[in-house]
Structures are given as structure tokens and as C-alpha cells.
């Protein structure tokens, strides 16, 4: 037998899904014993309409390469309906975290037949909607969790032909029509997702996808060899409801985003418009690279050249991305690695959430070597598939997208002025003076409920316990009168910086325990979490709170807030390696910690 | 190829599916044998030598094999037409 000697490059896009099918048992046991790595625990029911055990199986390695160990509850074949609808001890014991639907076209009981009047195809089409609708309620009122639903793939066989498409009883039409009203429901429902299998299997290709023998045989509803293409799309779904999208793309530039060097072909001589086919090529994988920046993404480069050469690329009359779209733009001949990581320094974010795109095998491969935790894809050599690779490896999966996703690369071009600005003041109380900083702190509305589930999945370094909630958790804690909730969003003369902190304690009879106290990094070291407190000691005095406690929970990333509760004026109540305890006996009065912000709480 | 080539690809298989690096097979052994061959891991058995020999078996022949014997000679009808 083969050994196999990097599992976790297996399950990497574009991937064999024969090797991942065959080899699962080996690839899981690689990706758990990957030391080092702590995984989140999460717990996933899957309710099939077909046989799920190799859709468990095979989901279970892509979550666990993304860092999430699951545990899973599984129906019994096609009880997905009864075990919401009726009665289920063992489900509400294990309280799922999400709960997947595994439906397909097959479990469609409700087809048009040649018998229907356009009427009664409408009537077919709100029955069979209405009974997912109902299913999605009951899961809400009975666990308050995350929903995952198919939508339906094209049928394999069309008895109408072509017709099939546009006559109001073909089941193409029906099956269009369905997933238009998946789609809506999932538009207006923040705990609905849905898995798009719709554009999977026609991507895959229903000729692939779909498999007789194997449905006749064991009631697998697609082929074998699709199952890993599901398992990863599902995977990525599951995986931005906890947090683990990347946030930034780090470019090469030369036989990347243009084509050639332009070190040596100098302005006029890189490949990039619409003159040839490999101009083409580049040219749309800058539109598309534009497109996540206008949707969130964070853009750097890392090139190897001199700067002002590379810098020049961009003034090219027909390039789409411009020097000012990226957040660090590192031109040199340092190792790339070396680049890379002052990169992640600078904008804050981990090197976990950063992708790295270039054309050049070695570049790539001693890159991984260097930063094993940087998402590296494999996008071969050739120019018109590296933007269907970066495509189908889904690294940036948005869950929803939020008002701040639009504004997030603003904040980070705002950063390099403030970061300009500071440089001219002598001491900081000034320069924080002079930023004019406005902060709106309140306690959990329903409006932002979406933007703070993101930031507490995302926040991994200004993190006290790195606990993470899903949507309807942070609802629930938002509703509970057992609980004190604080955002805090800060603006200041450059800009909006967005709803960046978050607070949240549980009441425990006359005590306050913290449960979570994180910031996003771009507002680090501007006092925000001092206003923070002062607004959390002004509320727990108001319930008439004796004291406050803090723990802190040390992750690999968190190391910066180790100390916090100690400069806060807390005092240790007890410490082990991993953790410490903190407590603050409210004072019948105490002056403000914050001095530079103006707080609102609107 | 003949039946002593065809069990040790099949052997192969079998190894990389159940994960277990020094399993011998033979004619006689079947799912009493492996502790964990059962009809979910059979599948992965099946779908695996499909795609290692670039053959594809039957729905009918599928469903009364009852050992790696028989298996070994189905491949070969298949791996000779």
C-alpha cells in the first residue's frame, strides 16, 4: 500500500476524489494527529432523504483540515422529515450546532404530471415548499440552530426533451421554480443557508454527478466520486459559520495578475487588456480579484522586483486593479515568506486567513514550506485556470454580506493615514486627541446581530476566551435579562471604522462572569476598550452588581490580552497555564478610563 | 493479468480502504473475515477497484458475491472481454 505522506494536500482543490474515497481512513488519521492544532468543536445532524455514511465520512476530513473536529448525528435512510417533525430525545440531547438537510431531487414527492393544470402545478409547487418551510420552523423552535438545505439538482432524465425546461409540467421548470423559493426564504432567514448543489452538480457535470447503479444499489442519491466535491462545498459552508473564511489574498504580480516581467519588458510589454488571449486571461483575473476586494476581501502584493517597477504596472492603461486597492504592497527581493509574514504584522490579521496566489511552483512550495499555515493553492501553470481554481478552492465564503464586508478594505486604506498622522505627533494622548474619535456603545440590537456573530467567529487575537456563538446564540443572549451585552463602534475624522468590539457577561446572582471581551485589531491602541469598560461598570452598577470576573483562555493567536485584565485593575483569583481568573469588586463610584472618545449610546 | 496479480491489486485496495497496512487476503476471505466490511465500506471497495482496473461491474453482479474469490474472477471476465 502507498503511504501517503500529506493528507491534508489531498483534500486540497483541484483534488482526486478517488484518492480522498479510497485513502479517507489514513487522511483522518494525518489530520488529527497534526500536533499543535486545537481543534473547535462542533456538532453537526445530518438528516438525509438518501444514504448520508460517505457524505459523514468524507465531510468529516474537510472539516478537520479547516480546524473544526466534528461530532455527528445521523438519520436513519430518508427519516429526515420525522426526526424534526416528531418527538426526538436523542436529537435534542445531542443539541445540534447545524443541522444539515440532505435532500435531493429524488425526494421531490410532488412532481407535475401530465394530469396538472398550470393551477395545480402551483398548488404542487407551495406543498412541496411548504413542507421544507415547516421543517426549517420546527428545527428553529426545537434547537435554535444553524439550517443547511439543499437545493435540487437537474433531473438526470427529461422524458419532455428541451421542453422540459419550458413547459409549465416539465420538472426542470418545477425544479427551477423550487429553488427560486429556497432562495428567497434563505434571503429573508439569517439562520437558513443553502447549499448550492444545483450549481455543483452542473458544474461537475449531471453526467457525473448522477449515478443509477449506486441510487438502485445502496440509495446514494449522486455518484460516489461526487461525494467529495459535496463534502468540501458543505465544508465551506460549515466552515464561514465558524469563522474560518480567509480575509485577505496576497498577489504575485509578473505571469500572474499580468502577464511577463515587468522588470524586463518593461510598461509597455506586460500582458494585460483585451490585444491577446493571455492579456484576456490576466486581465479577467484581475476583475475578479477586483470583485472580492469590493465585497471584503484584503489585497497585498508580494513580487519580487523593485518597487517603483512594480508599483509602475499598475499605471498600465488597461489595468483593472490600481496600486491603491492593495493594504501593503511589498516589492523587493526579499524571501517571500519573510514578506508575507510582516505583511499579516502590519494589517493585523492572522496568517491562517491569508491565500497566497502565484504561478510559480517553487515560489509556492518553499512559501508552504516556510508558513505551513498559509492557504497555498496548487493553481498549475496555466494562466486561464488560476482564476477557476482560486474560484472553486472557496477560501473566501461569505456567509451573509454585512455593510462592513462593502467597507472593510476602506478601513484598512484609512489605517495607512491615521499611521501617517501619528508619525507627526510627539506623544500619543495627542495624536489620539486629534483623531476626534466618536464611539456609539449599546447593548446587542437586533440589526447587528449578523455583523457581531461575525466578529465573534472571526476575532482570534484581542480575544479573551475565544469562545464562538452562532446567530441564534448571540440572540438569545441579546434577549436574556441574565446577561449584559455591549457593541461599540468607532468613528473618527478618517472614517467609519465599523462595529469593532464586543462585550458580553452572564449574571450570576450578584456577580458578572465574562463571557466574551474581544476587538478587531484595525482599532487596537485607541482606548475603545476603555470605553468599553467604563460602559460595562456603568451598566453592571445599575443591576446593582458587586463584582465582575474575567477569565482568560490563551489560544496561539491571543497572546496580546494576556495581561489585560490585570492593566484594567482586576486581581488574579487563580491562574493554571492556559488560563486565568480575574475579579473586579465594583467601586461605589470611579471616574472614567476613557478620555478620548466621545461616547454615544444610540 | 492473471488471478494472483489481479488478488494482490485487489489486496492493495483493500489495505488503503480499511487502513490497514498488513492485511493479507485471500480467495476464502470475506466480510465475516474483516471486522469493518460491512455494506457501507463494501461500496468504497467496489467504486476503488472500479476505478483502479478502469472497469465497471454490473448491478445484477453486484449483489451476490460472496467472497474475494469470486471477486477476483469477476474481474478477470470483465478484464479479458
Known amino acids: 500500500m502507498e503511504q501517503i505522506t500529506d493528507g491534508e494536500g489531498l483534500l486540497k482543490y483541484p483534488f482526486n476524489p478517488s484518492t480522498i474515497l479510497r485513502k479517507k481512513r489514513a487522511i483522518k488519521k494525518q489530520l488529527i494527529a497534526k500536533s499543535g492544532q486545537a481543534f473547535l468543536s462542533k456538532k453537526i445532524a445530518i438528516l438525509g432523504g438518501s444514504t448520508t455514511f460517505e457524505i459523514k465520512e468524507i465531510l468529516e476530513l474537510f472539516l478537520l483540515r479547516q480546524g473544526i473536529q466534528p461530532s455527528f448525528y445521523e438519520s436513519e435512510y430518508n427519516k429526515y422529515f420525522e426526526d424534526v417533525m416528531f418527538e426526538n430525545p436523542t436529537l435534542r440531547e445531542f443539541a445540534p450546532d447545524i443541522v444539515?438537510?440532505?435532500t435531493t431531487s429524488q425526494n421531490l414527492e410532488l412532481k407535475p404530471t401530465f394530469g396538472d393544470t398550470p393551477e395545480s402545478v402551483q398548488a404542487k409547487l407551495a406543498d412541496q415548499f411548504s413542507k421544507f418551510e415547516s421543517l426549517w420552523q420546527k428545527l428553529r423552535e426545537t434547537y435554535n440552530c444553524l439550517i443547511i438545505q439543499n437545493n435540487f439538482e437537474l433531473p438526470a432524465n427529461r422524458s419532455l426533451g428541451d421542453l422540459d425546461f419550458y413547459e409549465f409540467r416539465g420538472q426542470t421548470n418545477f425544479i427551477g421554480q423550487l429553488n427560486l423559493k429556497l432562495a428567497a426564504a434563505a434571503q429573508k432567514d439569517d439562520f437558513l443557508m443553502i447549499n448550492d448543489i444545483h450549481y455543483l452538480a452542473s458544474w461537475i457535470g449531471l453526467e457525473r454527478w448522477h449515478d443509477s447503479k449506486i441510487w438502485y444499489l445502496y440509495k446514494y442519491a449522486m455518484a460516489f466520486e461526487a461525494i467529495p466535491h459535496l463534502a468540501h462545498n458543505l465544508a465551506k459552508v460549515i466552515g464561514s459559520c465558524f469563522g474560518k473564511s480567509s480575509k485577505c489574498l496576497v498577489l504575485d504580480l509578473d505571469n500572474t495578475l499580468w502577464g511577463g516581467v515587468i522588470g524586463d519588458d518593461g510598461l509597455a510589454g506586460i500582458k494585460i487588456g483585451h490585444e491577446t488571449a493571455a492579456c484576456e486571461a490576466h486581465s479577467a483575473l484581475q476583475s475578479y480579484v477586483r470583485e472580492l476586494k469590493s465585497r471584503g476581501v484584503i489585497l497585498t502584493v508580494a513580487s519580487k522586483n523593485d518597487f517603483e517597477n512594480a508599483k509602475e504596472g499598475f499605471s498600465h492603461p488597461d489595468t483593472v486593479l490600481k496600486y491603491e486597492d492593495f493594504a501593503a504592497f511589498k516589492a523587493n527581493w526579499n524571501p517571500k515568506d519573510e514578506n508575507i509574514r510582516e505583511t499579516a504584522l502590519e494589517i493585523n490579521i492572522g496568517i491562517d486567513s491569508m491565500v497566497f496566489l502565484d504561478d510559480n511552483p517553487a515560489e509556492r512550495e518553499l512559501v508552504q514550506q516556510q508558513i505551513p499555515e498559509l492557504q497555498v493553492p496548487n493553481i498549475g501553470s496555466e494562466i486561464s485556470e488560476f482564476l477557476t481554481i482560486l474560484d472553486r478552492s472557496k477560501f473566501f465564503?461569505?456567509?451573509?454580506?454585512?455593510?462592513?464586508?462593502?467597507?472593510?478594505?476602506?478601513?484598512?486604506?484609512?489605517?495607512?493615514?491615521r499611521n501617517e498622522l501619528k508619525s507627526k505627533f510627539e506623544d500619543y494622548g495627542s495624536f489620539l486627541k486629534s483623531l476626534e474619535m466618536k464611539a456609539e456603545i449599546a447593548a446587542f440590537s437586533p440589526l447587528f446581530l449578523g455583523r457581531i456573530t461575525q466578529l465573534v467567529n472571526k476575532t482570534n487575537q484581542f480575544n479573551l476566551t475565544t469562545k464562538r456563538f452562532t446567530e441564534p446564540e448571540i440572540k438569545n443572549f441579546a434577549e436574556s435579562p441574565k446577561a449584559i451585552t455591549l457593541y461599540g463602534r468607532l468613528l473618527d475624522k478618517f472614517g467609519d471604522n465599523g462595529l469593532v468590539t464586543v462585550l458580553l457577561g452572564e449574571i450570576i446572582e450578584r456577580d458578572l462572569h465574562m463571557t466574551l471581551w474581544l476587538m478587531n485589531c484595525r482599532v487596537l491602541k485607541r482606548d475603545l476598550e476603555l470605553a468599553m469598560f467604563d460602559a460595562l461598570i456603568e451598566r453592571a452598577r445599575a443591576k446593582n452588581l458587586r463584582c465582575i470576573f474575567g477569565r482568560y483562555s490563551a489560544t496561539a493567536k491571543n497572546a496580546m490580552v494576556s495581561n489585560f485584565y490585570e492593566q484594567l485593575g482586576f486581581e488574579l483569583v487563580d491562574r493554571d497555564p492556559a488560563n486565568s481568573l480575574w475579579k473586579y469588586s465594583i467601586p461605589e463610584t470611579s471616574s472614567q478610563r476613557n478620555k478620548y472618545i466621545e461616547v454615544t449610546s444610540e | 493479468m492473471n488471478e494472483a496479480q489481479i488478488l494482490a491489486v485487489v489486496q492493495n485496495v483493500f489495505r488503503d480502504v480499511f487502513d490497514v497496512e498488513d492485511l493479507i487476503i485471500s480467495n476464502e476471505t470475506n466480510s465475516e473475515h474483516i471486522e469493518d466490511w460491512d455494506s457501507l465500506m463494501h461500496i468504497n471497495l467496489v467504486v476503488a477497484i472500479e476505478k483502479e482496473?478502469?472497469?465497471?461491474?454490473?448491478?445484477?453482479?453486484?449483489?451476490?458475491?460472496?467472497?474475494v474469490g469470486e471477486m477476483v474472477k469477476l474481474i478477470q471476465d470483465k478484464l479479458e472481454k
Do not use: C, G, M, W
Not at chain 1, 398 to 413: E, K
Open chain 1, 397 to 417: 465564503e461569505p456567509t451573509r454580506l454585512s455593510a462592513d464586508d462593502f467597507q472593510r478594505p476602506l478601513y484598512y486604506v484609512d489605517n495607512l493615514k
Open chain 2, 53 to 67: 482496473l478502469k472497469i465497471k461491474f454490473n448491478l445484477l453482479e453486484l449483489q451476490d458475491l460472496k467472497n
Open chain 1, 100 to 102: 444539515y438537510i440532505h
